[in-house]
């Protein structure tokens, strides 16, 4: 059971990228799924939200420059991600809460960093 993010890497402002998280071992669809994301020294902060059935809710400072969403029949969550700015820079982690009982999982972050 684990949760693998990818895409991050080094973007200029006004840029974008396309972070995924890929499921194994779970029943992806019986999860909710969340993007989080950290800045050394700071606390963890939830950006982004997507249920089974794709509701999503965003926190205002990514509202309209991010956009969440995911493939159950794959076990996957994307986070589209465009208009960088500097101010976007940490590690990016993805989340999965069960619709029953059960822990929640977390992946182990991608860096994403954006500067000229």
């Known amino acids: 059971v684990q949760l693998v993010e990818s895409g991050g890497g080094l973007v200029q402002p006004g840029g974008s990228l396309r972070l995924t998280c890929a499921s194994s071992g779970i029943i992806f669809s019986h999860y909710i799924m969340y993007w989080y994301r950290q800045v050394p020294g700071k606390q963890r902060e939830q950006i982004a939200s997507i249920t089974s059935s794709s509701s999503t809710d965003y926190e205002d400072s990514v509202k309209g420059r991010f956009t969440i969403s995911r493939n159950n029949r794959e076990g996957e969550m994307y986070l589209d991600m465009t208009s960088l700015k500097p101010e976007d820079t940490a590690v990016y982690y993805c989340?999965?809460?069960?619709?029953?009982?059960?822990?929640?999982?977390w992946g182990k972050g991608t860096l994403v960093t954006v500067s000229s």
């Open positions: 989340q999965a809460i069960p619709l029953g009982t059960g822990l929640p999982l």
